[in-house]
Each structure stands twice: as C-alpha cells, then as structure tokens.
C-alpha cells in the first residue's frame, strides 16, 4: 500500500526526537544502531510527520560504519508502519528491518515508543503493570497482548509455580493447552511457556517496568537519599563512623613501648607517624566516659608466644562508642577498623576516603560495606543440565548457569567510554547435590552485585570491548579438571568462597528461599 501524505499547514506539533534498536536474538535484547544509522531512520520518520503521512514508509539504509560500506548500501530496508494524520499524535504501528538478498527480517523500534493509543480498559493494565512479558520465536522477542500480560504478572506476584494462560484473544479460545512455568531461581526470574498438544516448549522472560518494581534491597540505616545526604553534609564521617575502632591510651602505650609493635602507629594510608595528641581520649577528655574494658585481652596479655602478633593480639580497650559522637571524632583521630586485626591503624579523614574510594580495609580487603562492580547488565538463566559434573557420584545431572548480555554502550566506570561494548552469551556448570547447588545460590548473589563479569580484553578472541570473566572463577566445563576449567577439582568450591569471601559474600547471605533449594533441590516439572 502506498503512503498517504498530506501537506503540513500546522507546524505545531509534539515531536520528540527518538533513537532507533534492532532486535539481537543472538544476545537477548534490542541494540542500539550507530548514530549516522539511527539518524538516517529518525529522519524519515521526521519527514513523514511533517507530510502528516499516513501508511508505510521505507528506509534504505546507507549511512554509519556498516551500512555505509558498499557492500552493505541499500542492501538492508526499513519499512515503517505509520499514522501521522495527527502530527501532535504521530503513531508507529509496525517495523521491521529486512536483508534484500536473505529475506531475513527482524523487529526494530524507537525509543521513546509512538504507540497507537490504547482503549482505556488496556491503557489501565498498562499504567498497573510491574513487569511486561515477552516470549521468544525465531525471529527474537515478541511482547504477549496486555491481558495474558496481566494474567502472567498477578500469578507471578503470588509466586505460583505455573499460570494456566486463558486471557487475550488468543489465548482465550486455546483452554487447557498453553500453560507457563515459571524459574524463581533465574535474575530476573525467567519462565517457559508450554503447549501441552505438541510438547513444544518457548522461552518467556520478565522486562521489569521502570519505577514500578519495589527494591528488596536495604538502604544504609533504611534512610532515604536525601536524608543521607542531609546528615553526610553535618558529620562527613555519618555513614562510616559505625566501623570505627579509635585508639585508646593503654594500647597506644603498649606499643609505643615496645620496639616490635611501635611500627604499628603510623597510618597505613598516608604513612605519616601518629602522634599522642591525635588519641580520640586526649583530643576530649570525655569520650573516655564511652570506654569498654575487654577482660580477654587482660587474660591474655604477656603471652609471649602471641605478643608480638598483631594477629594474635586484642585491644584492651573499646572506644566503638565514642566514634558515634561527631564531638569527640576528628580528621586526625587514631582509628582502626572494627573487624579488622590489631595493628591495622589510620587517621579518620584518611580511612574515610579509602573507604569511599573502596569499601574495604586497604590492608587486609575485609569488606565494610556491599561491594558492588561495574559488570554490564544482563541476566542470568539457572536450570538443570543432563551433563554431570566428573567426580560427583552423588550428582546425577549439573546445574547451567546461563549468563546473557546485551549489546551496550560503555560508562565513565569501563576501560572505553562511549565506545561499543559486544554483547555475549556465557554459561557455567555446577554439581546438582547440595554443595554446588550452595555455590549456585553464591553464585547468584555476586552476580546481582554484579561482580561476575567486566568489560576489558578477551584473550581468547584477542579483542577489546568485550565481557569477560573477573575474579571470581566459575566452571565452563562439566569434564577436563581444572586446566579445563572443569571438574574434577578437588578444592574447588573451598576456593570459590575465598574469592566471595573477599567480596563480602558469604552463606551467611542466604535466604530461606536459598535454603530450601539447596535441601530440596529444583522443583518437580510442572504438568
């Protein structure tokens, strides 16, 4: 069908510039198109808007790195469903990207959306929806209609293992065949449709809808930003102050007193020796009010097998509780970290920034706060494999951890701002008994930190911009041993939680739910 236009005599129109995707099966999502690209595609649509075209209009792409070359020019089409009768209200019914010598075709679209507006029975689902739901054919990801939407969303809000999918047009005249099973385990959580005629089964998966999904994650002291930010502006040491340990007198004197340990009082940021004046005790007098005696240290003093181990050692004295007071804290206070060894000492202003910098002790990596990394967003697939796992007699099958990242571009936090990361597919396995199934639950917790993976250079493809493993290592392989990295391994798993452990995760993290799938193991098939 040819394209109405209509000529534009009312310039007074609601057009907002938009960039343009295409649909990447291959990594899971929409790809944003080079600039030039994007542009050349947005201009059209621009033109047609003016023109208040009604109909299809066609795209032959020629510009930006790849479509410009000779080879590619012209070769790929774009053709756009539109109605632009109303220039203020300018609707995209329909795109596609199609491959003149292949035929293949694949979805496009802009962003924001031009949506035909909805009846307002569908438009009220819309506005409620936390999550919107799309399955997978050949061609990439398609959304389901808002009403199976909506029934799909409410029965995943309860948590129920499976929905019965009897909404929407089609749906509705299909009962009893199609039913969805969902995969809690999965981030974000993942399910399969099913077709109880022909067996065949499709994935689904969730696109949380922004500003609608409640966070489960606790903010610091469960403040609000802005109240954060009001009380970081009175005491600068507000947020971190919990996690330190000021120096009293008695232990400043033991080791100032001593040859050995005196190379303690110096402070391992600046390196810069400390001074008896920078005591929290001599800096006011009453902070020693908040002194607690540590009997065990009493008991053990004048061990000599231990008394030059900082390792070994305790501190006499807590004065935990006169940090809390921004009258007794200062820049220069003697300070040490809670959970850390004796001798691990700083100035207050300087651990403040270390710790803003890097949320662990800079001498020995214990955590102080969540850790989090700068791996790409992403998702994670955590399903049962038919592969087992070499050396488990006690596991049948293995858990695969499939790990899927869209194309993107990269931030101030990776090695190229503003240049193109590639998307990739990665997968891990695991023995399917409760010790793998622990360190997939582990595994799970890192990568919502994300801590998994980073953007930097692939040694196997000896390419940049690429995701890559970081340092917490996971196995690729069910066979192989560990230059394979596969199993067996016999001290695998013991490191594999050092390496969390020095990123603040440990089982302690574990949920209930965790726990029962590591007791009972992934749930019966749904029928």
């Known amino acids: 069908m040819a394209a109405e236009t209509t000529d534009n005599d ?37 033109d047609a808007i003016d023109k208040k075209t009604k109909g299809s209009i066609e795209v032959k792409l020629s510009a930006g790195p790849w479509f410009g070359l000779p080879k590619n020019k012209e070769i790929y089409v774009c053709v756009i469903i539109v109605d632009c ?8 019914q329909q795109a596609r990207q199609t491959n003149t010598n292949s035929g293949y075709k694949r979805p ?15 438009q009220d689902i819309l506005d409620t929806l936390q999550g919107k739901w799309e399955w997978k054919d050949d061609y990439g990801w398609k ?46 959580a993942s399910a399969q449709q099913h077709n109880r005629k022909s067996h065949y089964g499709r994935w689904v998966r969730r696109i949380p809808v922004k500003g609608m999904e409640q966070s489960t994650e606790k903010k610091p002291g469960g403040m609000t930003e802005k109240q954060k930010e009001f009380f970081l502006k009175q005491d600068k040491h507000f947020i971190r102050k919990k996690h330190y340990a000021p120096l009293s007198i008695e232990d400043f004197n033991d080791q100032n007193n001593d040859e050995t340990l005196k190379q303690n009082l ?32 009493f008991k053990n003093d004048g061990n000599n097998d231990d008394e030059k181990n900082n390792s070994k050692r305790e501190h006499k004295y807590d004065l935990s509780k006169a940090a809390l007071n921004p009258k007794y804290l200062k820049d220069e206070t003697i300070v040490g970290l809670k959970q850390c060894a004796y001798g691990h000492y700083f100035h ?7 710790l803003d910098a890097n949320c662990v002790c800079p001498l020995c990596k214990m955590p102080y706060d969540v850790i989090t990394g700068y791996q790409p967003e992403g998702r994670l697939y955590v399903t049962k494999a038919r592969a087992r796992c070499q050396g488990f007699n006690d596991a049948k099958d293995s858990i695969k951890m499939l790990f899927e990242f869209p194309g993107g571009i990269q931030n101030d936090h990776h090695p190229n701002p503003g240049k193109i990361y590639f998307g990739d597919l990665r997968e891990a396995f695991l023995p399917n008994n409760k010790e793998g199934r622990e360190a997939a639950m582990l595994t799970r917790i890192a990568f919502k930190r994300k801590l998994i993976f980073q953007i930097g250079t692939s040694l196997t493809l000896q390419q940049d911009n690429r995701i890559v493993f970081g340092s917490i290592h996971l196995k690729t392989s069910t066979t192989g041993g560990r230059e394979k990295h596969g ?3 016999d001290d695998y798993f013991t490191r594999f939680k050092d390496e969390l452990k020095q990123k603040g995760i440990t089982t302690a993290l574990l949920t209930k739910e965790d726990h029962r ?5 992934f749930p019966a098939a749904a029928q």
């Open 10 to 46: 009312d310039n007074n129109t609601a057009y907002t510039p938009g960039v343009w995707l295409w649909d990447d099966p291959d990594h899971g999502g929409y790809t944003k198109f080079d600039d030039p690209t994007s542009n050349q595609i947005e201009d059209k649509l621009k």
């Open 85 to 92: 009768t109303d220039p203020k209200r300018p609707v995209i």
């Open 108 to 122: 496009i679209k802009r962003d924001p959306p031009l949506d035909p507006p909805l009846a307002k029975e569908l």
């Open 143 to 188: 959304e389901y209609d808002l009403q199976t939407m909506s029934q799909i969303e409410n029965s995943f809000q309860k948590k129920e293992k499976k929905v019965e999918l009897s909404a929407g047009n089609f749906f509705s005249k299909q009962s009893g065949i199609y039913f969805i099973e969902f995969n809690y385990l999965s981030l974000p």
């Open 266 to 297: 110096k402070c391992s940021v600046c390196q810069e020796e400390f001074e008896e004046k920078d005591l929290i005790e001599k800096q006011n007098e009453k902070a020693s009010e908040k002194k607690v005696k540590n009997e065990a240290a």
């Open 348 to 354: 207050a202003n300087c651990i403040l920034q270390a």
């Open 487 to 489: 199993f067996p391994d």
């Open 517 to 521: 799938f590591i007791d009972d193991g």
